[in-house]
Structure formats: structure tokens, C-alpha cells
């Protein structure tokens, strides 16, 4: 197995790690209900996916 034959520098190390980062979640409206909703998924609040109900939602009383 192999070995470093010498130390990585802070600097050198960090300068690999700056592409390791966190992209924000793109977000959509709902075609039915106007709520934010990720790409892809199904409604949270009234349970349609692309203008068509995909999950039975319990009205909250």
C-alpha cells in the first residue's frame, strides 16, 4: 500500500477541497396549490404531481 512520502500542506489540502460544497435545492411551485415543491416529487400539502392527484390527502379538521 502506498505511502505520502511527504505532508500535505493545509494550503494544498484545502485548495482540493474547494469544490466540496453544498448546492441549494431548486424548488418549484405546485401547479395545484401554489406551495414550494422539489423537482419530481409529489405535493406535500394537496398531494398532486404534474396537475394530476398522485396520493389521497386527509382534510385536517
Given at each position: 500500500?502506498?505511502?505520502p ?12 477541497r ?9 424548488f418549484?411551485e405546485?401547479?395545484?396549490?401554489g ?7 409529489v405535493?406535500?400539502?394537496c398531494g398532486?404531481?404534474r ?11
Amino acid at each position: 500500500m502506498a505511502h505520502p512520502k511527504r505532508k500535505i500542506s493545509k494550503t494544498r489540502r484545502d485548495k482540493r477541497r474547494t469544490h466540496y460544497k453544498l448546492t441549494a435545492a431548486t424548488f418549484m411551485e405546485c401547479s395545484n396549490c401554489g406551495s414550494p415543491v422539489l423537482y419530481h416529487r409529489v405535493c406535500g400539502e394537496c398531494g398532486y404531481y404534474r396537475g394530476k392527484p398522485a396520493i389521497e390527502k386527509e382534510l385536517a379538521v
